[in-house]
């Protein structure tokens, strides 16, 4: 059973940070890249980052909006792929998930989110 199980997700002020966490299982994680997505209320869901595995490894994307205040990384504990949200601004409020990534996007089923609450 593929299990995608975001955390870290808060109350901070704008220009403040938060770290998120994905821990993945119930596939082989060295097959996929793996991703950051979130939707805001009233809103499609949306990537946020990407870091590649197998033998493209490490090769990283971040959506315009978020480039040089997030980053993203794998954990230290395995199949975790963590991301660090610095700057934030109200309009990163959102819920943030974690999943694989396939040719068509998503690859699974959506796990639980983690909400995300910048005020101002």
């Known amino acids: 059973e593929v299990q995608l199980q975001a955390s870290g997700g808060g109350l901070v002020q704008a220009g403040g940070s938060l770290r998120l966490s994905c821990a993945l299982s119930?596939?082989?994680?060295?097959?996929?890249?793996i991703g950051w997505f979130r939707q805001a209320p009233g809103k499609e869901r949306e990537g946020v980052s990407s870091i590649s595995s197998g033998s493209s490894a490490g090769r990283i994307w971040y959506a315009t909006s978020v480039k040089g205040r997030f980053a993203i990384s794998r954990g230290n504990v395995q199949n975790t792929v963590n991301l660090q949200m610095d700057n934030l601004k109200p309009e990163d409020t959102a819920t943030y998930y974690c999943n694989a990534v396939g040719v068509a996007g998503a690859r699974f089923s959506w796990g639980h989110g983690t909400l995300v609450t910048v005020s101002s």
């Open positions: 119930g596939f082989t994680f060295e097959n996929y890249a």
